[in-house]
Nanobody
Framework: QVQLVESGGGLVQAGGSLRLSCAASGRTYSRYAVGWFRQAPGKEREFVAAINWSGRSTYYTDSVKGRFTISRVNSKNTVSLQMNSLKPEDTAVYYC?????????????????WGQGTQVTVSS
C-alpha cells in the first residue's frame, strides 16, 4: 500500500511557474512508476507526465513538452513536477498516481494509488 499526498498548487499568472510535489509513504516507493494527471472543470482527467522507477525515463503529453519537467528523489520518496511558462489552459486539479512497474506507465487504469489532488489556477 502506498499513500500519496500532493502539494505545491496555487494561483499564478500566465507565464509563471509552480512546482508540484508528490510525497509517498508506505511500501517501497522506489520501485513504483509515477504519473501526473490533471482534470479541468467539465473535462475528463488526462495524462500529463510520467517517470519510471529509476527516474531515467520520462514521458510527457505534447501540450506540456518543453514546459514541464518530472523528476524524482527516491531517497526522499518524492516525485516533482516543475511547471514553467504556465498557460490558462493548464488550470486544473493535478493528481499524482503510482503503481509497481519497471517502465513508464501512461494509462490511468494502470495506476492503483492516487493522491487527493492539488488545484492549479493560471490567470490570464
Amino acid at each position: 500500500q502506498v499513500q500519496l499526498v500532493e502539494s505545491g498548487g496555487g494561483l499564478v499568472q500566465a507565464g509563471g511557474s509552480l512546482r508540484l510535489s508528490c510525497a509517498a509513504s508506505g511500501r517501497t516507493y522506489s520501485r513504483y512508476a509515477v504519473g501526473w494527471f490533471r482534470q479541468a472543470p467539465g473535462k475528463e482527467r488526462e495524462f500529463v507526465a510520467a517517470i519510471n522507477w529509476s527516474g531515467r525515463s520520462t514521458y510527457y503529453t505534447d501540450s506540456v513538452k518543453g514546459r514541464f519537467t518530472i523528476s524524482r528523489v527516491n531517497s526522499k520518496n518524492t516525485v516533482s513536477l516543475q511547471m514553467n511558462s504556465l498557460k490558462p489552459e493548464d488550470t486544473a486539479v493535478y493528481y499524482c498516481a503510482a503503481d509497481y512497474a519497471l517502465g513508464i506507465v501512461v494509462g490511468q487504469d494502470e495506476y492503483n494509488y492516487w493522491g487527493q489532488g492539488t488545484q492549479v489556477t493560471v490567470s490570464s
